[in-house]
């Protein structure tokens, strides 16, 4: 069964620390990987997709790596801001043809002024 | 970027009633749509894969005659939420498939349904 787990399921830290999410996939047989930022009662804002071929991408003071052979993604988060607060969620894609997202748990990040 | 929009963005509904949620996207073809439900405090879950001129794919648990979903153009599918039960309040999103560049799933800004 393809699933996805993220850890920590809830994360606080003070204003203009470093900080690193987890995401763990158990079919290692994926089409890419995308990281999500959500806000309470919102929809998704895409963050950052990583082709299945590829083992990090940037955007700003976002880093996002890939590791097929462990299963394991991470969402670094440098300098973070008040405003960084929101559900993070990272998903799976399997399949080309169907293109499914397994998403997982996501990880409630809240960042202290 | 791509964008994607959902139609209504909240509904309030008696039980008995059926629910319509559009999806469109608005500045590329989709010939795949997407269909989630998130429960609060969840992540989202898949209902149903929507493709444009066909039936739509459903997954496991998911009732087809409870949640219809029509796909007519390449720009627009609908969900209805048949005889709505308070069970049946939630988030639902949908996501387009844009098949060009890196064939990224664009997601909507979501429906919150309550049923009373």
């Known amino acids: 069964k393809q699933e996805v787990t993220q850890i920590p399921a809830a994360l606080s830290v003070p204003e203009g620390e470093n900080l690193v999410l987890n995401c763990s996939f158990t079919?290692?047989?994926?089409?890419?990987l995308q990281w999500f930022r959500q806000d309470p009662g919102k929809g998704l804002t895409s963050l950052l997709l990583?082709?299945?071929?590829?083992r990090e991408q940037t955007s700003g003071r976002l880093n996002a790596s890939l590791d097929k052979s462990s299963g394991r993604s991470t969402l670094y988060i440098a300098a973070s801001q008040p405003g960084d607060s929101a559900t993070y969620l990272c998903?799976?894609?399997?399949?080309?043809?169907?293109?499914?997202?397994?998403f997982g748990t996501g990880t409630l990040l809240a960042v202290q002024p | 970027g791509a964008v994607v929009s959902q139609h209504p963005s909240w509904v309030i509904c008696k039980s008995g009633t059926s629910v319509k949620i559009e999806c469109r996207s608005l500045?590329?073809?989709?010939?795949?749509m997407f269909w989630y439900r998130q429960f609060p405090k969840q992540s989202l879950m898949l209902m149903a894969t929507?493709?444009?001129?066909?039936?739509?794919?459903?997954e496991q648990g998911v009732e087809k005659d409870k949640f219809l979903i029509n796909h007519a153009s390449l720009t627009l599918s609908t969900l209805t939420v048949t005889s709505a039960h308070p069970e049946d309040s939630s988030f639902y999103i949908c996501?387009?498939?844009?098949?060009?560049?890196?064939?990224?799933?664009?997601f909507g800004p979501g429906t919150r349904l309550t049923v009373l």
């Open positions: 996501s387009a498939r844009d098949w060009a560049g890196r064939n990224e799933q664009f």
């Open positions: 079919d290692s047989a994926i089409y890419n």
């Open positions: 990583i082709q299945s071929s590829q």
């Open positions: 998903a799976a894609v399997y399949g080309g043809a169907t293109n499914k997202l397994i």
């Open positions: 500045d590329f073809q989709a010939t795949t």
């Open positions: 929507s493709n444009e001129g066909s039936k739509a794919t459903y």
